[in-house]
Nanobody
């Protein structure tokens, strides 16, 4: 079973930027669709960005501000987040963007606040 570990979160002011990383303990090379999810306090987990065979897709709330990318050689995925807003505050997770997911990792907390 592949384990996913997210990192890169932190406290940032509105308008700031962060880059999240997701490292897989095993090969995810053959997983076509991977995604970044987030769960804000009191809300359900939602998919905010995915990449399927190098084709990205974004939730409307983050389009134009977030960029998802994968390094297939390193079994790593990234989420570049710009122009952060307080509504982006959440715990961010990576996983398969499909029905058959790996176990969820610990996530990385992003707090956007002045």
């Amino acid at each position: 079973q592949v384990q996913l570990v997210e990192s890169g979160g932190g406290l940032v002011q509105p308008g700031g930027s962060l880059t999240l990383a997701c490292v897989a303990s095993g090969s995810i090379f053959n997983i076509n669709a991977m995604g970044w999810y987030r769960q804000a306090p009191g809300k359900q987990r939602e998919l905010v960005a995915s990449v399927n065979r190098a084709v990205p897709d974004y939730a409307a709330s983050v389009k134009g501000r977030f960029t998802i990318s994968r390094d297939y050689a390193k079994d790593t995925m990234y989420l570049q987040m710009n122009s952060l807003k307080p509504d982006d505050t959440a715990v961010y997770y990576c996983n398969v963007a499909g029905l058959r997911k790996f176990d969820w990792g610990p996530g990385t907390r992003v707090t956007v606040s002045s």
